[in-house]
């Protein structure tokens, strides 16, 4: 009996288990995509490029280039399995499916290795090699088959890329020759560098570019020819550029600005600006249209147009003219015709400059349900009305109203809700408005001057009111497409506490460095900040972004008390309005960097470096200006700014909702992104960082910032992301756990050990879900 249980036993387990494996074998089979191809057939998986050579010289770069022309591209393939391909042979299949039009339209038709033409590839191939200076290569296939795929291997032989010996341009017009020749040194053509055909392209369009900024307006790049002398001994070649014979009169005629028409009501559907329009002429230029009804005064436009009457033709100044007018945000389409003038002479133009216009008036509603992870929930809603063209100046006046309502749902503050508004009131003007004169910059973007103006109600139920008036003047102005300052010579608020109820008190009372941060909110300074973003660059590999930001508060009341006898100290502070003014200065630096894969999977990296420091009238950083660390966009594995400061442990039970923050920050982030299908990205990542206080703080939580301890006081955690990308928005839901935690004692803050996906009470303390909009970084 007992043995003949161990036998029923054994005879069941075992062909479970092989069913078991033999049905994911099936199931991977079929979702390699072969086993539906036409009889015959054999699926294309791709091609192999060997390079040989009898010279020893670095072929890493040569073979890259080779394997981007390689065609067709095999079937998508994540290891060895093809989804798309699998929904795609699914579909013929069944071909009275119901959902057989999305499979088709989801899924990805299969590359047969009858759609592959080994031979044209190979001589492709040679044509490619030859563009970068491997004139004498031979390339020859061969074609691998298995049961049901195939795949090309391609051999290509070789030699060493011939070498730029010596440029020289020999120009036979001398106008065109001593302006080349004078901008030479700017050349993308270095002696001792491979030969490459794109290169040569490039240098045309760079000369080319030179010439249109100097008149040449009906010069061409193709106009310019190169000639060549290889040295086979060697591996040289000489390159002499020169123009092409039997060029028109009018490509070797430098163009001027005869007359300027601007039409700022253009409609698209015209096929030519409406000349039987009222005209009027403004500082040489002809405006189309009554005066009276013209939406933007003409000296405003006039700031934005680099191209006027008798100066010589500029691409330069065309493109910043496109520019600067759509950047002034009041028209959907700027474009800029041109055409011979009428007049006698050779080499003048006229210009005509025709804008659609926007509507004056935009009025926006948004409302939305957002959910933080400290559990706070609730809807809120966004209320705008945008006029863009207030005072016929093209300044943007925009009317802001929005309003929140959000409640703790669970966790230790259940319960506790609160409720906001804010109205806002902001005004832009194209250029800069200061009360001394700042030079106006050729720059192809509009500098702007904004004044904004804002009332912001906070009602903490069971806690206070707080109300915060803010007032800001400043300028934006960016140099280039990457680079962008913004600089607030003037940023004041305030904000008042009433009602507080005894439970706000006493919590207060209780954290003597919280109820300081409270008290000192009435700051009038200014602030600087610098951004870098290589983002917009694209093509670039690794694209870098920098943004650093430097604010000031304070000095300029205690330079005054002082002028009038006061000594401001912390211990006897000063008052502006009845009001204790906060004196502090704050710096800080965000870094990063993306490494671009072909297959546009990246590495996002960053680091965050703050401090700040409160001095003279104030002896501790007003809450809004505390760094905090932890949440969405910090260290997900954490709740919203709830790490620190150093190793303090922030108890909800005694803070309630006020979570602490820092003089000083410290944070790194890494995160691998890659493709799903489509739409949908992943990512995995690891966040590190803490906020301290400083030695000098008066406030004794947690340790403060100490260059020989702070490695051993940051918050890590890690995790997986999914992301739902369609390009103009990013749905975000990042699930983290902490690997270590600063506030357990030391030799025992690393809690990987005690990671358990089973426990219940392990997932509902240690597993935080974040749902963003956008990008953590």
């Known amino acids: 009996m007992k043995n003949r249980q161990n036998i029923r036993g054994k005879s069941n387990s075992f062909p479970l288990q092989g069913l078991g494996v033999l049905f994911i074998c099936l199931l991977l089979a079929a979702c390699t995509g072969t086993s539906h191809l036409p009889k015959g057939e054999r699926l294309y998986i791709g091609a192999k490029i060997k390079l040989e050579s009898i010279e020893k010289f670095n072929k890493g770069n040569i073979k890259a280039i080779v394997e981007s022309v390689v065609r067709p591209e095999p079937n998508n393939s994540y290891f060895g399995i093809r989804p798309q391909l699998w929904l795609y042979m699914a579909a013929g299949v069944n071909p009275k499916s119901k959902y057989k039009q999305w499979l088709q339209k989801n899924g990805q038709a299969p590359v047969l290795m009858t759609n592959v033409s080994p031979s044209a590839t190979t001589a492709v191939i040679d044509a490619t090699l030859f563009n970068i200076g491997i004139f004498n290569s031979n390339t020859t296939y061969k074609i691998v088959e298995k049961k049901h795929t195939a795949s090309v291997v391609y051999t290509s032989y070789i030699h060493k890329p ?56 009906y010069f061409n790049p193709d106009y310019l020819l190169f000639k060549a002398d290889t040295s086979i001994v060697n591996h040289t070649i000489s390159l002499e550029l020169t123009l092409k014979d039997s060029l028109s009169e009018n490509a070797l005629t430098v163009y001027r600005i005869n007359k300027v028409f601007i039409d700022q009501n253009y409609s698209l559907n015209d096929e030519v600006a409406d000349s039987t329009k009222d005209t009027l002429v403004y500082q040489n230029t002809i405006f189309m249209g009554n005066k009276d009804e013209m939406n933007i005064h003409p000296k405003v436009i006039l700031r934005s147009v680099y191209l006027r009457k008798h100066e010589i033709y500029s691409r330069e100044n065309h493109n910043i003219t496109l520019n600067r007018l759509m950047s002034m945000g009041n028209f959907k ?32 509603a948004e409302i939305d349900m957002v959910s933080k992870s400290n559990n706070y929930t609730g809807p809120r809603m966004n209320l705008s009305l945008l006029n863009r063209n207030a005072f016929k100046g093209a300044e ?40 001394i004169n700042i030079k106006q910059t050729n720059s192809i973007y509009v500098p702007k001057t904004t004044f904004s103006l804002s009332y912001n109600f906070l009602k903490r139920v069971n806690y206070f009111d707080m109300s915060t008036f803010q007032f800001t003047y400043g300028f934006k102005w960016k140099n280039s497409i990457s680079i962008e300052h913004e600089f607030n010579p003037v940023s004041i608020s ?88 906060s004196q502090f200065a704050k710096l800080s630096v965000d870094g990063r960097a993306y490494y671009n894969f072909r297959n546009k999977n990246k590495i996002a990296l960053r680091v965050f470096a703050g401090a700040a420091s409160s001095y003279g009238n104030s002896s501790t950083l007003p809450y809004s200006k505390q760094f905090f660390s932890g949440g969405p966009n910090s260290i997900r594995a954490f709740q919203i700014n709830s790490i620190g400061p150093g190793t303090y442990l922030q108890n909800a039970a005694t803070t309630g909702f006020l979570q602490l923050g820092g003089d000083i920050k410290l944070e790194t982030n890494a995160e691998y992104r890659f493709g799903i299908y489509k739409y949908f990205k992943g990512a995995v990542f690891v966040d590190a960082g803490n906020v301290w206080l400083q030695k000098s703080n008066p406030a004794n939580m947690g340790s403060p910032f100490a260059f020989s301890s702070f490695m051993n006081e940051l918050a890590v955690g890690a995790g997986l992301g999914l992301r739902v990308d369609v390009s103009f928005f990013v749905l975000r839901f990042d699930l983290a756990m902490p690997l270590r935690k600063p506030w357990l004692e030391d030799n025992h803050r690393w809690v990987v050990d005690k990671i358990d996906f089973t426990s219940p009470a392990w997932r509902t303390q240690n597993l935080i879900l974040n749902i963003a909009i956008g990008y953590p970084f």
């Open 494 to 581: 305030n904000t008042s506490l009433n009602n507080e109820s005894a439970l706000f008190t006493d919590l207060l009372a209780a954290n003597p460095f919280l109820k300081k941060s409270y008290e000192e909110q009435f700051i009038a300074g200014g602030n600087y900040s610098f951004t870098y973003n290589e983002q917009m660059l694209a093509g670039k590999k690794l694209q870098y972004f920098i943004h650093f930001t430097a604010e000031t508060a304070g000095n300029l009341f205690s330079l005054a008390k002082r002028i009038g006898g006061e000594t401001p100290t912390s211990d006897n502070p000063s008052k502006i309005a009845g009001s204790v003014y």
């Open 396 to 435: 943007l006046l925009s009317l802001n109203l929005a309003g929140s309502f959000e409640a703790q749902l669970s966790g230790v503050n259940k319960n506790l809700f609160s409720y906001s508004f804010n109205p806002q009131v902001e005004l832009t003007f194209p250029r800069f408005l200061a009360p």
């Open 162 to 217: 011939y070498t730029v010996k010596e440029f020289v341009y020999t120009i036979s017009d001398d106008s065109l020759s001593r302006l080349i020749l004078s901008d030479a040194k700017n050349t993308i053509i270095k002696p001792g560098e491979d030969y490459n055909l794109d290169i040569l392209k490039a240098e045309r369009v760079r000369i080319d570019a030179v010439l249109k900024n100097n008149g040449y307006f």
């Open 333 to 364: 389409f700027v474009q800029v015709k041109f055409s011979d003038s009428d007049t006698t002479a050779l080499g003048y133009l006229d210009a005509t400059i025709l804008m659609t216009p926007m509507t004056n008036h935009t009025f926006r």
